[in-house]
């Protein structure tokens, strides 16, 4: 799935739009039952973050899409990545608890740190927003590993998604046409731009069932010069 027209880009931008309102009138709200009890709501902070990160992810694809970037393509461990989006998305307390899982023999990949580190961070946030709305016990799990021949890195959790009833095309135009009064944050711009960022590595997100969990994997080359053994 791309940005194939103006259209879907304005798509995109709307909720985009829309997203931050909400964090707004969240931060607002926040702010405002501080007043009353005088204890400041860390939710103040949360929500903040989270505006900061859906603005600094698109700025991020729009500045290697204009040339103002450069992929820097180098040997690369997972769990260095994985380690960092752990330590990123910790800092935002509306994102449900991480689990993460590495290979024991984790081979090293060829990619860009920062663009494969920002898809992962995304993913999980996207999957986190469903967790809200279906589960009280959220966990997100960060997964390396080899299958076969190929390298992947993997983020799930335990509600189902498929092609059938999943699309993030259609998630955007409904959520660009909801009232700000039925709407939440629905992370569905980190989706999208997880999606967005995998093109520019010339990779595809894969929607993937690993044992009882559900999400999206992508894979990546083998390094082929160093493996860490």
Known sequence: MGLDNSHEESLL?????????????????????????????PRIADFTKRSLNLVDTYLLHKSYVQGQLSLAVEPMNLGAVLAQVDYEIKQLAIVPQTNVILDKKQSLVSSDFRIVKEIIKNLAMFLASFEDNQS?????????????????????????????????????????????????????????????????????LQLTKRKNLYGFSLSLDHNQQLRLI
């Open 13 to 41: 931008l709307k909720s985009i739009a829309l997203d931050l309102e909400q964090y707004l009138v969240n931060t607002l709200r926040s702010h405002e039952l501080s007043q009353k009890t005088g204890v400041i709501d």
């Open 136 to 204: 009280s016990d959220r966990k997100i799990t960060m997964q390396s590993y080899n299958d076969g021949e190929d390298v992947k890195v993997g983020v799930f959790s335990e509600v189902s998604l498929s092609a059938e009833n999943f699309s993030a095309d259609n998630l955007i135009k409904a959520k660009a046409t909801m009232p700000l009064s039925v709407q939440s944050s629905s992370a569905v711009p980190e989706y999208y731009l997880a999606t967005l960022l995998s093109q520019l590595i010339g990779k595809k």
